[in-house]
């Protein structure tokens, strides 16, 4: 295994001093925790945003945090839940006296640390609630879940959320809005290698040379099925193919997102972002925005994920919404 840490037990501390100190003017630390916010946070009288999950996926959640986004990360060790501890001092920072949305990733140990926390919080007199974003169609009930997994689909889910609270709409209609954006949203990736824990110093899972994993989860949980390697345009249309099933997108207008998972030249992702686009015009399926580009990652694995949002004019609006964060200046 060849990383290039320091100590592997600083890998998360040394990585949050880094982030921070390379974007001084987005985003700051709160001291003594896990906890990256906006430089101006908490914004008073606008609803906070908090995300979060483990380390490993970046640029999630940090990558989201600023203007137009998210109020507040808070980042767990490597594929591992924040604390509730954590969450909650995420909740406070976050707190400008309008309330505070969770968005959570559907991961029992997400669900369950984040939700802790919102009691917590609800009983120093914070108003907070809660949404859970479970895109994934490839299986129910996998590793470390209980229904779908939540996966790239969720940053779009900040995005929404970010340009409503940005516009002064209160934590009861965002929340409601979200819900229906979750409703919209389908994503489903595939896996040519795996991924290796720092601390576990060997690979998560074994693929042969000749091998790929259809609907893989962000942490190496397992997929539908493992295959031989095929054509680019074979790949795409499987995935495809599945969240079609799930979700019929004919004659809708959507955002797509082409996601790498850590080791895919942006080379690769185009290939695949060509093949999307020819599927899409000939299903009547019009394509408003292409996301291209690494926006949650399973560390160094190889491969991609694909995410079709259902949009409304509204919400093809709020994506076109100014946003200042590490991964977005628009």
């Known amino acids: 295994m060849k990383k290039i840490i320091n100590d592997v037990d600083a890998i998360v501390d ?146 929404i959320a970010g340009a409503l609270a940005e516009n002064g709409v209160s934590l009861t209609e965002i929340k409601e809005t979200c819900d229906n954006v979750i409703a919209n949203i389908r994503s489903m990736g595939v896996a040519l290698s795996s991924c290796t824990v720092p601390a576990a110093k060997k690979p998560s899972f074994q693929l042969e040379e000749s091998e790929i994993e259809i609907g893989i989860g962000i942490h190496g949980e397992p997929g539908i099925e493992r295959v031989a390697i095929q054509q680019a345009d074979d790949i795409v249309t499987t995935l495809i193919s599945k969240i079609q099933e799930d979700l019929d997108f004919t004659n809708s207008e959507i955002a797509v997102m082409i996601n790498g998972l850590g080791a895919t030249p942006e080379m690769e992702l185009y290939i695949v972002s060509k093949k999307v686009h020819e599927w899409a015009k000939s299903h009547n399926i019009h394509i408003i925005q ?41």
């Open 290 to 330: 292409s996301w291209v580009g690494e926006y949650m990652t399973s560390l160094e694995m190889a491969g991609f994920s694909i995410t079709f949002f259902k949009l409304n004019n509204e919400w093809k609006d709020l994506l076109k919404q100014d946003v200042a964060t590490l991964k977005f200046h628009v």
């Open 14 to 159: 040394e990585m949050i001093e880094g982030i921070v100190k390379s974007h001084p003017t987005i985003l700051k630390r709160l001291p003594n925790t896990t906890v990256i916010t906006r430089v101006d946070a908490p914004v008073q009288g606008k609803v906070g945003l908090v995300s979060g999950g483990g380390s490993g996926h970046e640029p999630a959640h940090a990558g989201y945090v600023g203007k137009g986004m998210l109020d507040a990360a808070v980042i767990g060790e490597v594929f591992t839940s924040p604390t509730p501890d954590q969450i909650l001092e995420a909740i406070k920072a976050a707190n400008g006296g309008a309330g505070v949305l969770l968005i959570i990733k559907n991961y029992t140990g997400d669900v369950l640390n984040f939700e802790m926390a919102k009691e917590l919080a609800e009983l120093e007199g914070i108003e907070v609630a809660e949404v859970i974003v479970n895109d994934d169609v490839a299986v129910e009930d996998s590793t470390f879940t209980t229904g779908r997994r939540g996966i790239a689909g969720t940053v779009f889910v900040h995005k």
